[in-house]
């Protein structure tokens, strides 16, 4: 599993770009999730329907009692360390809601609890 400080690393990295994701980009992808899948076990939650895109990537969040928060990071190749320090969050009616509640942002460091204070909204 992937911890904060391998992620870390990328915050000076920077990605290629193409008409095909490299590699870069899609370990760096791997581990950000892992890294989102071991938040969710630690605080009892379920990382549900990740879309892997070309260079960013969003899921949602479930909590035990059902509730839904989405998660979304731009791409890496144009917004600087947003995946880092401007990570979008709201609240979701399901895993397929998009469109969600109000915009939030984390950062990495604190996202848990950004994620579970929306939870208690949700």
Do not use: P
Not at 2 to 13: G, I, Q
Not at 45 to 61: D, K, M, P, Q, T
């Amino acid at each position: 599993m992937a911890n904060l400080n391998e992620l870390r690393k990328y915050l000076t990295h920077t990605f290629s770009t193409g008409v095909y994701t490299d590699k870069d980009y899609k370990t760096f992808q791997t581990k950000y999730i892992n890294y989102l899948r071991s938040l969710c076990k630690l605080h009892g939650w379920e990382l549900v329907n990740v879309g892997r895109n070309h260079y960013n990537f969003s899921a949602f969040i479930r909590n035990a009692e059902n509730r839904h928060v989405y998660l979304s990071i731009s791409d890496v190749r144009f917004f600087n360390n947003e995946w880092y320090y401007h990570i979008l969050i709201r609240t979701a009616k399901n895993e397929r809601d998009y469109l969600g509640g109000m915009n939030h942002y984390a950062c990495l460091t604190t996202l848990s609890e950004s994620v579970q204070r929306l939870l208690n909204i949700a």
